[in-house]
C-alpha cells in the first residue's frame, strides 16, 4: 500500500480557483479525514485524488508514481459515495461481485472474494436479498463491500453516511472503524461531521476557501488550534473566544488580543469571582451534561458544560474561572499565540 503525496495541487474552474496549492502526504495504511464548512473544496480535493476531477496544477503521487494525469481505473482506488448506487435487480452478492465480474474473474474467485467482504461487513445473511429489502446502514455496508473486493490502494469516502439518521450514523462509524483496523488500508474521508472526524481519524486535513489551514491528531486540533478558524469549527460546542480586554486572564501573551477557553474548562462561582461575569441564559440538557449559555456583555456569548444534574436558573449572575492551562491566546489576525 503506497503513500499518497500532493504536491502543490490546484484547481481551477475557468477564472475560479477552488483548490489552492494544497501540499499534504498522506501515509500507508492511514485514516485521514477532510473537513470544512460548505464550499472549502473537500470534496474536490477527494474527487481530484480519484481522478474524477481534472487536476490543473500540481501533482499526485501514489507510491513514486505519478498519477496526476492517470484516468480513475488505473489508479487502484476505489470510492464510496454518499448514493449506495446499488443495482435494484441484482441480489446483494451480484452488487457485490459485479466489479469482479466485470473484470473477467472466475466465478469461483469472485464467490471467494464476495464471502470474504462479506464477512468482514456481517452481510452473510442478506447476500441474497435485493437492495429495497435493506436498511440504510446495510445498503452503505454492500456499497463498501462493492469496493473491499477490488482491494484497492486506498478507499475514499465522499460523505457516506449522511444519507443515514442519526443511530445508523453511530453504527456505521463503528463499523467503518473496525474496517479500518482489519484491512489496514489507507483510507481518505470528507465528511462535514465533527463526530465522525474526531472519532475515526489519524489525521484530519482542515480545509477553508481551498487551503489546508491546520492538519493533525483529533487531539491536536482540539486542544492546540493554529487559529480561530480552527478553534471554532473544530469541537461541538465550539471553543469560547473572548477579546481579551474583556477578561482578567493573567499571563498573556504580549501579542495576544483574544483568550480561547473550551466549555468544559469552565467553572461556574460566585459573580465576581473568577475571569469573567455574566448572567445565565439558556440552559440545554442533554442527560450527563447541560450546556449553559452565558450573556458575558463585551465578553459576548460563553457556553460552560456542567453535570446535567445542574441546580442553575436562567437569570442567575455568575462567574466563570478558567482552569490553568487551558487558555488558548490569538493574535489581531486570528493566530495562535504561545
Not at 473537513?35 to 490543473?56: D, F, H, N, Q, Y
Not at 462479506?118 to 435485493?130: E, I, V
Not at 474521508?189 to 492538519?215: K, N, P, S
Not at 468544559?264 to 441564559?281: L, M, P, R, W, Y
Request: charged share 25%; with cysteine.
Amino acid at each position: 500500500m503506497p503513500s499518497i503525496t500532493l504536491k502543490a495541487v490546484e484547481k481551477w474552474f475557468g477564472e475560479v480557483q477552488v483548490i489552492k496549492g494544497v501540499d499534504l502526504e498522506i501515509e500507508e495504511g492511514e485514516f485521514v479525514i477532510f473537513v470544512g464548512p460548505s464550499g472549502c473544496g473537500k470534496s474536490t480535493l477527494l474527487r481530484m485524488i480519484a481522478g474524477l476531477e481534472e487536476t490543473s496544477r500540481g501533482q499526485i503521487m501514489i507510491g513514486e508514481r505519478d498519477a496526476t494525469a492517470e484516468p480513475p481505473s488505473k489508479r487502484g482506488l476505489a470510492m464510496v459515495f454518499q448514493s449506495y448506487a446499488l443495482y435494484p435487480h441484482m441480489s446483494v452478492r451480484d452488487n457485490v461481485g459485479f466489479p469482479l465480474k466485470s473484470a473477467g474473474l472466475p466465478a469461483a474467485e469472485i464467490a471467494e472474494k464476495v464471502d470474504e467482504a462479506a464477512r468482514a461487513l456481517k452481510l452473510g445473511d442478506y447476500l441474497d436479498r435485493r437492495p429495497k429489502d435493506l436498511s440504510g446502514g446495510q445498503r452503505q455496508r454492500v456499497a463498501i463491500g462493492r469496493s473491499i473486493v477490488r482491494d484497492p490502494t486506498a478507499f475514499l469516502f465522499d460523505e457516506p453516511l449522511s444519507n443515514l439518521d442519526a443511530a445508523l450514523r453511530v453504527e456505521m462509524r463503528y463499523e467503518i472503524a473496525k474496517l479500518h483496523q482489519t484491512l489496514a488500508t489507507t483510507m481518505i474521508y470528507v465528511t462535514h461531521d465533527q463526530v465522525e472526524a474526531m472519532t475515526l481519524a489519524d489525521r484530519i486535513v482542515v480545509l477553508e476557501a481551498g487551503r489546508v489551514i491546520q492538519v493533525g491528531s483529533p487531539r491536536e486540533l482540539y486542544e492546540s488550534p493554529s487559529n480561530l478558524f480552527v478553534a471554532q469549527f473544530i469541537g461541538s460546542p465550539r471553543m469560547n473566544v473572548m477579546p481579551l480586554a474583556t477578561t482578567t486572564v493573567t499571563g498573556a501573551p504580549a501579542t495576544a488580543e483574544h483568550v480561547g477557553i473550551r466549555p468544559e474548562h469552565i467553572g461556574i462561582v460566585a459573580k465576581g469571582a473568577g475571569q469573567v461575569s455574566g448572567t445565565v441564559d439558556v440552559l440545554e440538557y442533554l442527560g450527563a451534561d447541560t450546556f449553559v449559555v452565558m450573556d458575558c456583555g463585551d465578553a459576548g456569548q460563553v457556553t460552560v458544560r456542567v453535570t446535567g444534574d445542574s441546580d442553575l436558573s436562567p437569570g442567575d449572575p455568575v462567574g466563570l474561572s478558567f482552569a490553568d492551562g487551558h487558555a488558548r491566546f490569538f493574535d489581531g489576525g486570528g493566530l495562535a499565540v504561545r
